[in-house]
Every structure is written in structure tokens, then in C-alpha cells.
């Protein structure tokens, strides 16, 4: 089946930091979508790509879809302690289809 | 815009009884639903697609008489486990998707503990 390779597991950043983590396929996908989850709580979308070398902002967050359609990163800049969170990239096929996980990023933020 | 809610947020209860999770779209309509669980540091485990109206199809290695799913609306699934055993402790999600649109919402997550 599909799989996501999501790296790094784990980073410990200084607060004010920029932080980068990607993404990689062994198969294409239409949709890349980035995800933050805080303990106790279901994932909250940040990011949907959906064109291949799409670069799209949403404040801090960047993230972009692979020319290859294979991959994505995301990048957080100016760290601050809220971010601390586990980041899930997720691809999808189409339309209403399963989408698929990384195993995570778990970010630790120390101020 | 975009919520999804899902009830209780935590349940415990004991071996051999059922427990029923509502999961709801609050401001959209759902056409899919998606049924995850997580276990603790781990990522989302796909257990089930639900399309309104019609059979929720199940992955493999999950039991589709234990882990009943309902789609009976485009707001509302539910996801009835069935003899709940104390391995069936977990934190499951939900996740709604309209059919128009290609992002997935999750809902907040319920806590089950078996005892």
C-alpha cells in the first residue's frame, strides 16, 4: 500500500527558530495536506496543496507540493512555544478518498 | 466554518458492553465520513470510509460486526463498538469531507477505555 516517509521524528528547537520538516512518496499524489495535532485533540488542517509546485503561505507556516508529486515541506518560521505540537503530512489521491499519514513530527519549542 | 464535533469526548466503560460515538458536521454536509484510530505516539489508523446511505467499507484486520458504523445523514456518522474488550482502548477520530471540496476536518477525538 501507499506509505509516507515523514522526517525528522522529533526536533527540539530555541524558540524563535525556523523549523523544517518534509515529506516523501513512494507514489503521486493530488493532494498534500499538513496537519497539526495537540495532545487529547483531533488534527487541525494548516495546509492543502493541491497543484504540483504549488508554494502556499498561511502565516507563519509554509508549505510546498513536490514538482514530482511524490513529496512536500513544510517550514515554520520564528518558532514560539504554541507551535509545540505533532505535525502529520497526509496525501490524497481525489475526491473523497482515504487520505493517507506520515508518522509524524512531534516538535518541542524551548523558550 | 468547517467543524466537526464528536461525542462523548471520553467514555469508560466495561468489557462486554457496547459504547456509541457521534461524530457530526456542524456546518457542512458530509457525503464521506472517515473513521481513524490512535494509539498513544502514534499516527492515524484508517478503520472505515463512510458514504451517506450506503455501506461504511472497512480495512483490512478491522471487524466490521465490532465496530458497527452508521452514516444515516450528511451530517451525523456513528461508530458503535460492540463488546468492547480492554485492547479496544484507543482515541478514535473522525474525520468529514463534502464532496465538493478536497479537505478532510476532523472532529476533536474520543478517549475509550475498557475496564
Known amino acids: 500500500g501507499q506509505q509516507l516517509n515523514q522526517s525528522p521524528q522529533s526536533m527540539f528547537i530555541q524558540e524563535g527558530e525556523d523549523v523544517s520538516m518534509n515529506c516523501t512518496s513512494s507514489?503521486?499524489?493530488?493532494?498534500w495536506l499538513w496537519y497539526k495535532q495537540d495532545p487529547g485533540e483531533g488534527p487541525v488542517l494548516l495546509i492543502a496543496?493541491?497543484?504540483?509546485?504549488e508554494l502556499t503561505s498561511n502565516g507563519r507556516l509554509t508549505a510546498q507540493f513536490g514538482i514530482t508529486r511524490k513529496d512536500s515541506f513544510l517550514n515554520i518560521s520564528a518558532s514560539i512555544p504554541s507551535d509545540v505540537g505533532i505535525y502529520f503530512c497526509a496525501g490524497q489521491d481525489s475526491g473523497n478518498t482515504p487520505l493517507v499519514f506520515g508518522k509524524g513530527t512531534r516538535l518541542s519549542v524551548i523558550a | 466554518g468547517a467543524v466537526v464535533s464528536q461525542h462523548p469526548s471520553w467514555v469508560i466503560c466495561k468489557s462486554g458492553t457496547s459504547v456509541k460515538i457521534e461524530c457530526r458536521s456542524l456546518d457542512f454536509q458530509a457525503t464521506t465520513m472517515f473513521w481513524y484510530r490512535q494509539f498513544p505516539k502514534q499516527s492515524l489508523m484508517l478503520m472505515a470510509t463512510s458514504n451517506e446511505g450506503s455501506k461504511a467499507t472497512y480495512e483490512q484486520g478491522v471487524e466490521k460486526d465490532k465496530f458497527l458504523i452508521n452514516h444515516a445523514s450528511l451530517t451525523l456518522s456513528t461508530l458503535t463498538v460492540t463488546s468492547a474488550h480492554p485492547e479496544d482502548s484507543s482515541f478514535y477520530i473522525c474525520?468529514?469531507?463534502?464532496?465538493?471540496?478536497?479537505?478532510?476536518?476532523f472532529g476533536p477525538g474520543t478517549r475509550l477505555t475498557v475496564t
Open positions: 507514489s503521486i499524489f493530488n493532494t
Open positions: 496543496l493541491y497543484k504540483a509546485g
Open positions: 474525520s468529514a469531507q463534502a464532496g465538493y471540496l478536497y479537505e478532510q476536518y
